[in-house]
């Protein structure tokens, strides 16, 4: 055995990571960056009659301009937030309720477009609005997970106010065309939100060359801390919200509240880092993902990949292993940690609703499950999978085959 299999044939040894959808490792420089503001530069940055307050507004403000500069905006138009989640809502409810309680002279604007494969706080937001009355359209996906540009097209509206679409897709990794989806919306005067959660720091992101107004990141999903999140909102031309949280008027009146120093540092930490190695870090992922995605080709009769298999995530893999059922075989895989899909929704046991929506039956999506690659995977960890779910799935399947032979009328 080599010496990944020996430590991982070590009970109280940590499986390798491969869900880096889910979450990433914080990277350590990123907590050295983060350390310093929970213990001697400890201040409010909202305190501004004293020094301490004073180190910490700078800090904060240092962060809000590498946040800026990993998607090209001013540091102005970021707004810090607890996660992509709460960015959001701020984004599609802010927008609807802006465009409620102050209507234009060119008309009702009461419609949202997105996506059946969304994130589910974008469609749990949009079915909010929904219940207040607003319109929702929900537009398809073609096979490949990819949005069709002529149905979105399709479905706007001289009623349509914001149209809201994955970057690139938690769960299968497709990454959709911003710059034609932003065109798009700029030509109709439509208002365009892109959560980039996973994106972020993983591809370039422009918001001006791709006419994004509004784009949620998470902190977790790109090696900084849990907790913190930014939203981007347009000045010019300027997109207006009303605010979900009522208070001190901080974050230019967007969001109220004490911002959270060391997390709003670690994230601004972690962006400029990103800004930096992405150019290196995506072929290397991308070199990963396809040595294990051959390895199991190889080695698994009938596996699937979901998904467009070009258009996708450097470190993403969404494979279906045919005739065992996704849990079955995470749980005959305990040295390497996997998912079924979304850390986000609830653990109820059912085919994904993403993969439903590429049309894949019930029994391919049971069969799925997510692989996500990152910055501290290595080659050897990805041969380690390989033979262990090549082995797990061939386990599975020769007790299937047992199962049925046993089964059978004589």
């Known amino acids: 055995m080599n010496s990944i299999a020996d430590n991982n044939a070590n009970a109280n040894t940590p499986p390798i990571y491969l869900d880096n959808q889910a979450t990433t490792r914080v990277d350590p420089r990123v907590i ?32 809000r301009a590498e946040i800026a500069a990993l998607i090209h905006a001013d540091p102005r138009e970021i707004v ?17 309720h802006f465009a409620r309680a102050y209507p234009q002279a ?60 994955l970057a690139a897709h938690n769960e299968i990794g497709v990454i959709q065309p911003l710059a034609e989806i932003g065109a798009l919306c700029r030509a109709r005067g439509v208002l365009f939100h892109t959560d980039a959660a996973q994106a972020a720091g993983k591809i370039p992101l422009d918001v001006e060359a791709m006419h994004i107004d ?11 801390p849990k907790g913190v999140g930014v939203l981007y909102v347009r000045r010019r031309p300027r997109v207006r919200l009303l605010p979900l949280i009522d208070g001190g008027g901080q974050e230019r009146g967007l969001r109220s509240g004490t911002l959270p ?56 893999l969404n494979l279906s292993f045919p005739g065992i059922e996704a849990p079955s075989l995470i749980e005959a895989c305990p040295s390497i940690a996997i998912s079924t899909g979304s850390a986000c929704t609830s653990a109820k046991v059912e085919p994904s609703y993403v993969l439903r929506a590429l049309g894949l039956p019930d029994a391919v999506a049971n069969s799925a499950i997510r692989i996500g690659l990152g910055r501290f995977n290595s080659a050897a960890e990805v041969d ?3 033979d262990a779910l090549a082995a797990a799935a061939a386990r599975l399947s020769d007790g299937a085959g047992v199962r049925q032979r046993v089964g059978d009328p004589t």
């Open 32 to 63: 050295e960056a983060m350390l310093p503001y929970f213990t001697e530069h400890f201040g409010n940055p909202h305190s501004t009659s004293h020094s301490y307050g004073h180190v910490a507004a700078a800090a904060v403000e240092d962060a």
């Open 80 to 96: 810090f937030t607890s996660g992509a989640t709460e960015a959001n809502n701020l984004a599609i409810k802010g927008a609807a």
């Open 106 to 165: 060119g008309g009702v604007r009461d419609h949202i477009v997105t996506l059946t494969t969304e994130h589910k706080c974008v469609l749990e937001s949009c079915a909010q609005l929904e219940r207040e009355g607003f319109d929702v359209t929900y537009a398809p996906v073609e096979p490949d997970g990819l949005v069709a540009l002529d149905k979105l097209e399709a479905a706007l509206t001289d009623r349509t106010l914001l149209v809201s679409v």
């Open 214 to 224: 509004l784009m949620s990141i998470s902190g977790h999903k790109l090696y900084g």
């Open 261 to 316: 120093t060391p997390l709003c540092v670690g994230l601004g930490r972690a962006a400029a880092i990103a800004a930096d190695a992405m150019a290196e870090e995506a072929p290397r992922l991308r070199q990963l993902r396809d040595r294990l995605h051959r390895g199991l080709e190889r080695r698994v009769p009938g596996l699937s990949l979901n998904g467009d298999p070009e258009r996708r995530l450097p470190g993403n």
């Open 384 to 386: 380690f999978a390989v």
